[in-house]
């Protein structure tokens, strides 16, 4: 496939003349039934991981989330109607440029009072999400911080318009078959016991993190066990992936074509965020797939690594990428490149997976997404489980989409007390 990197990214950039239907849509969200915005706060909590999961990277015991909560009333009714929005933002700058405390200080003394100033400028009227956009720019590369105010805005007007997430996508009942990540294992046996045990609760593919001295013959043992399991029929055996995290050095490619001999689905960003070099020479060594992750911080960024060869299937993460509306222009550039895609996972609550299992229900991707239910690694959520049940012919999980209103449930606010919620109320502007 060639691509031209001067192609544009439908929807992305000002010269964007036609942006494709569901880009529009999502602009559109809002336009003609007015918000009034009233207040904002950020809260922030602590969610405890069910057992830490180990990366090249360290170690996860606990997932901090920020929260932003608008209180916004419908302008022609006076109900009143919430939008909640959660940040992507871990508690270091492993994997992303902002941590938690950056996007703290992001929303709260930028963007939220740039959200309430603009509001103030049409007499207190929320802005539709297109005109939302803008404000991104007010904090350049902090794509997460955007992405959370984004979400509160979009889950107002959705919630004010009684419609959902997956109504404005047009998947309202669909299911996803959800992928499972297994972190790092302290000897080959242990990962194959995870691995088993992820595909015995039916999950159709399982991401591996690998990392310098736990990777080929940790995965080769994989393979011999995924082979033996395909060959006696027993149930379900779910596709292998790997992911590196960033972790490997250009000097690791031809170490790293060991892996090809697996039947992987692909090899998940080996190399660091602004390696595409490397990416780029494992690619053209290898015929299993490269995917980037942490380098795809943006659209100009997923149709540069592609065009250069560094990338062959694009992970989408709406956070990452500066929102759900660059999302959908990724995923439209995707369908129209012929690019492979799937939705990647932060660990998020219930509330951050409601939005990216709609993602990964939309038809072309075809690749299974990070959508584990939270309950997988998260002890406490702060919103109902999403249904699920386990397709009889296949013995694979099922995550129904979320077609309730706004992007989500709104959350707990008994759970957010019992965890110690910290809040704090933000001036509008
Ligand atoms: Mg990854």
């Known amino acids: 496939m060639e691509v031209d990197p001067h192609d544009d990214v439908s929807g992305s950039g000002p010269t ?12 559109a969200l809002g336009t ?10 950020l809260v922030r909590i602590g969610l405890p991981m069910r057992a830490p999961v180990g990366t090249a990277a360290g170690t996860h015991r606990s997932r901090p989330l920020l929260l932003v909560h608008l209180r916004c009333r419908i302008a022609a009714t006076g109900v009143v109607v919430d ?17 938690v405390d950056d996007a703290w200080d992001t929303l709260g003394g930028i963007l939220v009072p740039a959200l309430g100033g603009a509001a103030r400028s049409l007499g207190g009227l929320l802005h539709s ?30 919630r004010a318009s009684g419609g959902s997430f997956a109504d404005l996508l047009g998947v309202p009942g669909a299911e996803v078959a959800p992928g499972a990540v297994v972190g790092t294992a302290p000897s080959p046996e242990d990962l194959v016991a995870a691995v088993a045990s992820r595909a015995a609760e039916g999950y159709v593919r399982v991401k591996v993190k690998i990392g310098p001295g736990a990777d080929v013959d940790m995965v080769g043992a994989l393979a011999d066990w995924a082979a033996a399991a395909e060959e006696s029929c027993t149930g379900n055996v779910p596709r292998l992936q790997v992911d590196g995290n960033g972790a490997y050095g250009p000097g690791d490619v031809d170490h790293l074509a060991r892996l090809d001999p697996f039947r992987l689905l692909c090899i998940e960003q080996p190399f660091a965020r602004d390696d595409l070099a490397s990416h780029r020479r494992l690619a053209e060594r290898i015929d299993t797939p490269v995917c980037l992750d942490e380098s795809l911080d943006g659209p100009v960024a997923v149709v540069d690594a592609v065009a250069s060869g560094a990338c062959s299937v694009v992970c989408v993460k709406p956070a990452r ?30 509330i951050g997976r409601r939005v990216t299992t709609v993602l990964g229900a939309l038809p072309g991707s075809t690749l299974p997404g990070d959508l584990a239910p939270p309950a997988a690694y ?17 013995a694979t999980m099922r995550v129904a989409v979320w077609d309730g209103p706004g992007l989500a449930p709104v959350p707990d606010a008994a759970v957010l007390e019992a965890l110690g919620a910290r809040h704090a109320v933000v001036p509008l502007g």
């Open 32 to 41: 003609g039934a007015a918000l009034l915005l009233d207040g904002a706060e």
């Open 83 to 99: 939008g909640w929005g959660e940040c992507a933002a871990l508690g270091d700058t492993t994997y992303d440029a902002e941590d």
């Open 16 to 27: 964007a003349a036609a942006p494709p239907p569901l880009r529009h849509a999502w602009d």
């Open 378 to 394: 998260l002890t406490t959520d702060l919103v109902p489980p999403a249904a699920q049940r386990t397709d009889p012919a296949s």
């Open 129 to 158: 999400l297109g005109a939302v956009q803008p404000l991104a720019a007010l904090a350049p590369g902090r794509p997460l911080a955007f992405a959370a105010l984004e979400a509160a805005v979009a889950d107002a007007h959705l």
């Open 321 to 350: 990428l500066g929102g759900i509306g660059n999302a959908l222009d990724v995923v439209a550039w995707c369908q129209a490149a012929g690019v492979p895609w799937w939705v990647g996972g932060m660990f998020e609550s219930g």
